[in-house]
């Protein structure tokens, strides 16, 4: 459902992907992992459209895309990280406007929209404007947005920002449902608990390259350790997890 | 019909809709006459457009007086330059909103809008918004020019050929000052970082927004002093300034064209031609994207001196002095609201003393006194109250009072705090403000002296005047939401009271303090006791009222 072949993003000097090839099959949660400025976020802006590899191509959904980018974005939900929306609109017509943009039929997506903000207990604000609403409320929407036209494929990067434990139980219970109804699933986060306990499948990328590749128990296993969260330190940490909480805890003596 | 003609030339017609009806909708809730915080908006403004495109409408009519001006193209070229100042400001301050926003790159490159349908979504609501703007700005100049001759001599003569003349002169410069604007816009985002681009374009903001108000004052002075006084035979450098192409056109209609004129007309009509396919090919999601990419690069390099400012604020002595200091120069120096509420203050006083001194009167000297000048300089001691008040209000509320949230967990002294704001107000502002207008007074009195001891009464009642608005409502730096209602409500309120006050303190002190320097010394004793006391009384009303104020987050 997706898959990249020798993708490459390049800012001046700095290679931020680096040749990245992977394949993500159709009804997987492919779990994307790295530290901060590993290249996650680039892959992803790759892979919506948002930007363009500098080498290298992909498909999504069967298109490719650089040739038929629009075709891909009919195909694919995205919640990006940044949280970006159009903050003076309401809840329901930033909504609405999604809906247009994918050609949804006005009664469909009203009916959609209404179950999406009752759903996410979010009626009683639909009139609001989005300045408003708090980084939990606005996280809703912009899931609720990636969600409008159903998808067969999502993208989401860190979609639990800011979501009350319930709203974020309830988010992992559909994305394991959607991924029985054959929706392709990549998701990028750094809660590694969450990764661990609802991927099929993890990659891991550090410095543009991928260092390791499976499911978390391979990745565990492959490095030694007992699980993801250490084989995670081992592959990209810099330092000791403990070796660096005590150098904290004597800045503090001094 | 439209459906099938959209499909003709690549564009979704559906999506084309929504993104019509996205960007009404944006432009309603915020636009550059209406421009509103936050809190402000959360309540719903849903008609800033309309209300922008009905100011215009009023300085439209304001424009009309120019056709007294008896030749069509000095008037034209009055009108079509104040149009064409207006549209153009307009343009590149709201460039963001009308044309391409970096924003837009991250909401719509994922949804699937092809470039053209963004393009063409783009081009359509530019050309509608400067239409209905250059509409209200010049159609009823327009209207006035086919009934010129009605209006000067008295007698009714429509003028189909200068109505024509008129209108195509409208729609040609607007547009080609709009497009030029767009050239502008992207060409300096060559060279200069956007995010301080928006900063420079918040002084254009404050410019434009003096221009429009101080216009309904400014014009007629302006028309009664040049109304007859412009040559038949029109020099050769004018022809340099672009919009006399335009008001050419008019001089053609008139029938008093020489061949420069045809020249220049014909200039103007092949200039308009040709900058419309440069501008368009600026509007895409590519550019957008490289807006928000060139953003996110910047945004690295955002604040690299906050440690320098740490440092000019060492020498005092209270922690709660140096926080407030620095908390009061960073969100002058980052804060465009903030900075723009306080420099407000310079084309209100400017506006003020204009209109006061346009009579000849000249200020009025209290130590001299002439009751003819006093009248005109009542709008200047407006001016003087309203800047405590303005800066007051505009210290304690803040689009980002969350962070006020410090305040609240750590062990500062909330007492301390608030009066460190009021002297930080007084420091920084008032007094620098009001040494300014000493130099000025020094001018119009004729006297060093008498304006510095003017000046000194004005620094201790101002004082006075901030304890005053501290003590009902002492609030934290930046920490209360800000609400528009509130603050109109409060400058209305010192608009009409304070000239009443101040200006009958002033007749007061013209005629018991300032006539010899005993009475002034005590005048100044006096003022300085009220000081004091007023600042036991506040230390005591804001330590009571600390102990109940809550977070507003």
């Known amino acids: 459902m997706i898959q990249t072949f020798a993708l490459k993003k390049q800012y001046d000097t700095k290679e931020a992907v680096k040749e990245l090839s992977l394949t993500v099959r159709e009804g997987e949660i492919f779990g994307f992992l790295g530290p901060n400025g590993a290249g996650k976020s680039t892959t992803v802006k790759m892979l919506t459209g948002m930007i363009f590899p ?52 006005r009664a469909m997506a009203s009916k959609r929209i209404e179950e999406f903000l009752t759903l996410f207990g979010l009626w009683e604000e639909k009139g609001m404007r989005l300045q408003q609403y708090s980084k939990g409320m606005k996280q809703k929407i912009l899931i609720s947005a990636a969600l409008i036209h159903n998808p067969p494929v999502l993208f989401l990067d860190e979609p639990l920002n800011g979501l009350d434990a319930n709203a974020a139980l309830v988010f992992k219970e559909l994305l394991k449902k959607f991924s029985q109804q054959n929706k392709t699933i990549f998701f990028t986060s750094h809660i590694l608990d969450v990764v661990e306990k609802i991927c099929t499948r993890i990659a891991i990328i550090n410095e543009g390259a991928i260092i390791a590749e499976g499911t978390s128990a391979d990745i565990a296993h492959s490095t030694g350790q007992k699980s993801l969260e250490e084989a995670f330190s081992k592959l990209t940490g810099v330092r000791d997890a403990r070796e660096s909480a005590q150098d904290f805890l004597e800045a503090l003596g001094s | 019909m439209a459906q099938k003609f959209f499909e003709l030339i690549g ?60 030749n069509p193209f000095w008037s034209s070229l009055f009108i079509l330059s104040s149009i064409g100042v207006m549209i153009g400001s307009m343009m590149l301050i709201e460039f963001g909103s009308i044309i391409v926003a970096p924003e837009d790159y991250h909401i719509f490159s994922v949804q699937p809008v092809s470039s053209r349908t963004y ?24 209207i006035g020019y086919g009934y010129a001759n009605h209006i000067r001599l008295k007698e009714f003569a429509v003028e189909p050929a200068l109505f024509v003349a008129a209108l195509a002169a409208l729609v040609m410069w607007s547009l080609t000052i709009a497009m030029s604007m767009i050239l502008l816009y992207t060409y300096v985002l060559r060279y200069v970082n956007y995010r301080r681009l928006k900063n420079a374009l918040s002084y254009l903001q404050l410019v434009m927004s003096f221009m ?59 200039f308009f031609a040709g900058v419309i396919p440069l501008a368009v090919s600026k509007i895409s999601l590519g550019y957008a994207q490289s807006l928000s990419e060139g953003l996110s690069a910047q945004e690295e390099t955002k604040f ?39 420099m407000g203050i310079i084309p209100i006083t400017a506006l ?202």
């Open chain 1, 54 to 105: 500098t080498n290298g191509t992909a498909t999504v959904a069967g298109f490719d895309i650089l040739k038929d980018p629009v075709e891909v974005k009919r195909r694919i939900g995205y919640v990006p990280e940044s949280g970006a929306l159009f903050e003076t609109l309401t809840g329901w017509e930033y909504l609405q406007l999604i809906a247009d943009l994918h050609h949804l039929e």
């Open chain 2, 212 to 270: 429009i108000y101080g216009g309904y004052m400014i014009f007629p002075v302006v028309i009664e002093k040049t109304g007859g006084a412009l040559p038949v035979i029109k020099p050769w450098w004018v022809f340099l300034i672009p919009v006399s192409w335009y008001s050419s056109l008019l001089g053609i209609a008139n029938g008093s064209a020489d061949a420069a004129t045809i020249v220049a007309a014909f200039v103007g009509v092949l």
């Open chain 2, 352 to 553: 003020y003393l204009f209109m006061g001194l346009s009579k000849g009167e000249g200020l009025f000297n209290p130590f001299n006194p002439s009751w003819e000048s006093m009248g005109q300089s009542a709008l200047l001691y407006v001016a003087i109250v309203l800047f405590p008040v303005m800066i007051k209000e505009s210290a304690t509320k803040s689009d980002s009072y969350v962070a006020s949230w410090m305040f609240f967990v750590s062990p500062a002294n909330k007492t301390r705090l608030v009066l460190s704001l009021k002297k930080a107000l007084l420091y920084y502002f008032v007094i620098p403000y009001l040494l300014i207008l000493g130099v000025i007074f020094s001018y119009y009195f004729r006297s060093v002296l008498h304006a510095a001891m003017h000046a000194v009464i004005l620094v201790l009642l101002s004082q006075l005047l901030l304890q005053l608005l501290f003590l009902p409502n002492p609030q934290l730096p930046f920490s209360a939401p800000r609400n528009v209602g509130e603050r109109i409500t409060l400058l209305g309120i010192t608009v009409i009271i304070a000239p009443i006050l101040l200006l009958g303190g002033v007749v007061l002190l013209s005629l018991f303090v300032y006539q010899n320097a005993g009475t002034y010394l005590t005048a100044v004793v006096i003022l300085a006791i009220m000081v004091w006391f007023m600042e036991k009384l506040l230390k005591k009303r804001i330590s009571r009222k600390m102990e109940q104020i809550e977070f507003l987050g």
């Open chain 2, 11 to 70: 564009v979704d017609f559906v999506q084309w809709k929504a993104l019509m009806k996205h960007s009404f909708r944006l432009a309603n809730r915020q636009t550059l006459l209406t421009s509103t915080s936050s809190h402000q908006s959360q309540k719903g403004i849903n008609y800033a457009l309309y209300l922008s495109l009905f100011l215009y409408l009023i300085f439209g009519f304001v424009l009309i007086g120019f056709l007294r001006i008896p």
């Open chain 2, 119 to 142: 393009f063409v979504s783009k081009m359509s609501f530019t050309l509608i918004y400067v239409s209905l703007s250059a509409a209200a700005l010049g159609l009823p100049s327009v």
């Open chain 2, 304 to 342: 690299t001196s906050s440690r320098e400012a740490t440092s000019h604020f060492d020498f005092m002595k209270h922690p709660e002095d140096r926080v407030v200091a620095k908390l009061i120069w960073n969100q002058f120096k980052y804060d465009t609201k903030f900075r723009l509420a306080v």
